[in-house]
């Protein structure tokens, strides 16, 4: 139990945490990939020369795991092209021109719901994924035995450096929330909801008591989180709000917990009362290049340039530029890539801010075990992967790596840790594959 206690204390850097969320420019062209979400890549409803509104479907989910895809802007369709999403997935993407107007589609009408399936299925048609970063369609999540529901966790840590958007969902978009809650509680049945805030975002805990307060015949508490990293991995945050733990290949649900990105429950509630499905994100746009760090509500397939154009342009040109925060985001290959729903920030990195240190061999100093919050050997990881021991591996546990970085940060010698662990993670795949294609 106690080494999910463990954890790094990282410099926040959250410049734009009192920044409001500020909607950009309407971009001319929008370009919407097809796979923004964990499951298979949605099937495209539109043609080159369609006409499309905000709102219009332009992609269906293509079975259980995936999900529906919506236009931001109202236009043209102008092409269906090739793009490769920056986790190196190919898919097909949308190209849209915007005629500037931001029509909202007529069939724009909120959802019919009153029962938990009603429920279920208004936020599959939503095309809401978890916005926090992981991007796995809400509605699975949902669909399961109310009875084996206790308590619904929402994160509102947002643990990684620079990173505010969350924060301001949780300062600004309380009525969302709230219309989610009551709506969760209604169909679902959920009695206890725990909002897990670091003890540092005074404000967001504020506006969460405050929203906690105002909600009636359920009970919701906010639980102040400790200021160290990564609050905001699912296991943790289910273990520091319940106590319990969850065990290697298990998930939340087993010991009787939903965990949803506040932002998530904002969008679902939004949705509920309006019937705009999600077709914007709010992104943390930060880093030393960027001329005015701000938090930006973007329709999804902006470009980054457009993106980094409306908070004043870069200062110079970026090293690297990086979907989500320093400890878990991905570098992106250009400023062509598209805002994708589960975009929570994008940052623009000086040379100075990304230079990566010499790494040096190990000296053995158990840092990295010590550092990890489910004691993971990065070590003995390392060690295995080099060998392509897949069993050994397996006995390690690097399946249930969160990928959080810790033990990298922490590493005298920058071992690069966290990469070894992402790629042991590909390898163990592709064994699995090759023994079920056998
Ligand atoms: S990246 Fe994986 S091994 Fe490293 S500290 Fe995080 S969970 Fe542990
Ligand atoms: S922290 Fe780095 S140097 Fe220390 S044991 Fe781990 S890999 Fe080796």
């Not at 219009?56 to 999900?67: L, V």
């Not at 997935?89 to 959802?111: H, L, N």
């Not at 994160?155 to 219309?179: F, I, K």
């Not at 309006?274 to 030393?288: A, D, N, S, Y």
Request: hydrophobic share 40%; with cysteine.
């Amino acid at each position: 139990m106690a080494s999910y206690l463990r954890g790094i204390h990282t410099p926040h850097r959250k410049g734009t945490k009192n920044s409001p969320a500020v909607r950009m420019d309407i971009p001319q062209r929008v370009t919407i990939p097809m796979s923004m979400h964990i499951g298979k890549p949605a099937v495209p409803t539109v043609k080159v020369g369609d006409l499309v509104k905000v709102g219009t479907k332009i992609g269906d989910a293509d079975g259980y795991i995936s999900s529906n895809v919506y236009s931001g802007v109202s236009g043209k369709v102008t092409k269906l092209t090739d793009y490769l999403m920056h986790n190196g997935a190919a898919t097909t993407a949308v190209v849209i021109e915007s005629d500037g107007e931001m029509t909202i589609d007529e069939s724009i009408t909120p959802p019919t719901v009153n029962s938990k399936q009603e429920l279920v299925e208004a936020i599959k048609a939503s095309g809401i994924v978890g916005l926090g970063g992981a991007g796995f369609p809400t509605y699975v999540k949902l669909d399961v035995d109310p009875g084996r529901i206790d308590y619904l966790i929402i994160n509102g840590a947002e643990c990684e450096p620079y990173v505010t958007s969350d924060t301001a969902t949780m300062l600004t978009r309380s009525d969302d929330m709230v219309d989610a809650l009551n709506a969760l509680n209604r169909h679902l049945g959920i009695k206890q909801v725990i909002i897990g805030v670091e003890s540092h975002n005074k404000k967001a805990l504020e506006a969460m008591k405050r929203m906690a307060a105002s909600v009636d015949g359920f009970s919701v508490k906010v639980q102040s989180l400790p200021a160290v990293y990564p609050q905001g991995g699912e296991k943790v945050l289910v273990y520091h709000t319940t106590g319990r733990k969850i065990a290697n290949n298990k998930l939340p649900i087993d010991v009787g917990c939903i965990v949803l990105n506040c932002t998530t429950v904002a969008a679902i509630g939004a949705y509920l009362r309006t019937g705009m499905p999600l077709v914007e994100k709010c992104v943390t746009v930060e880093g030393g290049a960027v001329k005015q760090p701000q938090n930006v509500i973007a329709p999804i397939g902006a470009s980054l340039k457009d993106l980094f154009d409306f908070c004043g342009g870069l200062t110079e040109d970026p090293a690297k530029i990086i979907y989500g925060g320093p400890m878990m985001g991905i570098t992106v290959a250009n400023l062509d890539m598209s805002v994708i729903k589960n975009t929570n920030a994008v940052l623009a990195l000086t040379k100075k801010e990304s230079k990566l240190p010499k790494t040096t061999s190990c000296i053995r100093c158990g840092a990295c075990i010590n550092t990890c919050p489910f004691g993971l050997e990065a070590t003995s990881i390392a060690e295995a992967y080099e060998k392509k021991d897949a069993a050994m591996l397996s006995e390690l546990s690097v399946q249930s790596c969160m990928e959080c970085g810790c033990c990298s940060f922490v590493c005298p010698a920058n071992r690069p840790l966290v990469q070894i662990n992402k790629l042991s993670k590909q390898f163990l795949r592709e064994e699995a594959k090759k023994e079920s294609d056998k």
